[in-house]
T-cell receptor, first 115, second 115 residues
């Protein structure tokens, strides 16, 4: 079974719309980390956020916000007032307590923001 | 975060040949990793590059096909041996810094096309 599921393959929005990217994970460990990365068309992965399993506080960074809910095993990412520069593939990833160095990436969600 | 460079940035190779990809970091890092991203797919960990010893390979990847070196704390190479068209992918180097919690930072990737 997939450890990280990003059910949305591709999303298209118009600039200034809000958009939420879903991420559902599966683990039996009580200690784990969750991450979001952005991969623009240039190909480089850009680290956005890390969250550990003991910290369920939601986080906001500018137009970006993240909602971590252990009860639903979800770590969703919302972009407020989207911009064309937000167009990219976004990956959610999980690392678990037995080997924090091994990342399990979701399949990614391609976000298209149209002007 | 560390600045990571990869060479070459892209290459087109013939079936049966080998290509060595270099990953250079501008500071000493604790861990270095190699990932593969097949076209339109997510990232898969190939191996952890260990300084001064043999790399640790993930299931499905073997040293004969993907020999890895890490002679010091700032440099690693990945060789893709006896290439076939199925090896066409983006190969990414990532690092984990001693100062980071657990996140990995990625290089720009090497786009490999095998004809």
């Amino acid at each position: 079974a997939q450890k990280v599921t990003q059910a949305q393959t591709e999303i298209s929005v118009v600039e200034k719309e809000d958009v939420t990217l879903d991420c559902v994970y599966e683990t039996r460990d009580t200690t784990y980390y969750l991450f979001w990365y952005k991969q623009p068309p240039s190909g480089e992965l850009v680290f956005l956020i890390r969250r550990n399993s003991f910290d369920e506080q939601n986080e906001i960074s500018g137009r970006y916000s993240w909602n971590f809910q252990k009860s639903t095993s979800s770590f969703n990412f919302t972009i407020t007032a989207s911009q064309v520069v937000d167009s990219a593939v976004y990956f959610c990833a999980l690392s678990e307590g037995d080997n924090f160095n091994k990342f399990y990436f979701g399949s990614g969600t391609k976000l298209n923001v149209k002007p | 975060s560390a600045v990571i460079s990869q060479k070459p940035s892209r290459d087109i190779c013939q079936r049966g040949t080998s290509l060595t990809i270099q990953c250079q970091v501008d500071s000493q890092v604790t861990m270095m990793f190699w990932y593969r991203q097949q076209p339109g797919q997510s990232l898969t960990l190939i191996a952890t590059a260990n300084q001064g010893s043999e790399a640790t390979y993930e299931s499905g990847f073997v040293i004969d096909k993907f020999p890895i070196s890490r002679p010091n704390l700032t440099f690693s190479t990945l060789t893709v041996s006896n290439m076939s068209p199925e090896d066409s992918s983006i190969y990414l180097c990532s690092v984990r810094e001693a100062s980071s919690y657990n996140e990995q930072f990625f290089g720009p990737g090497t786009r490999l096309t095998v004809l």
